[in-house]
Nanobody, 126 residues
Framework: QVQLVESGGGLVQAGGSLRLSCAAS????????MGWFRQAPGKEREFVAA????????RYTDSVKGRFTISRDNAKNTMYLQMNSLKPEDTAVYYC???????????????????WGQGTQVTVSS
């Protein structure tokens, strides 16, 4: 069984930065692509970023390109999301997830991911 635990959320002013972490249990972390998703109040969960199992390839939704950076440290079983130049519209609960299938794909669909963390709240004030 895989467990994912997010941390690093909080309240920040617009223009500020936060770094989210996702700690994974188990010995298979380095074999799977991982992703970050977010869900704002009253909205559906949406894709934010994904990273390949090796960390070489990344993918971002357009609204965060140039502001967010996804990375991972397979030796520590941890994935990160560095968020800079935060905007009020970035306010959401952020979730990390593990992609279902092995391989090099960087899916953006929710159903491509099987294990999810409990989420961490990010609030950006204007």
């Amino acid at each position: 069984q895989v467990q994912l635990v997010e941390s690093g959320g909080g309240l920040v002013q617009a223009g500020g930065s936060l770094r989210l972490s996702c700690a994974a249990s188990g010995r298979t972390f380095s074999s799977y692509a991982m992703g970050w998703f977010r869900q704002a109040p009253g909205k559906e969960r949406e894709f934010v970023a994904a990273i390949s199992y090796s960390g070489i390839r990344t993918r971002y939704t357009d609204s965060v390109k140039g502001r967010f950076t996804i990375s991972r440290d397979n030796a520590k079983n941890t994935m990160y999301l560095q968020m800079n130049s935060l905007k009020p519209e970035d306010t959401a609960v952020y979730y990390c997830a593990r992609r279902k299938e092995l391989g090099s794909g960087l899916g953006f669909l929710i159903n491509e991911y099987d294990y999810w963390g409990q989420g961490t709240q990010v609030t950006v004030s204007s």
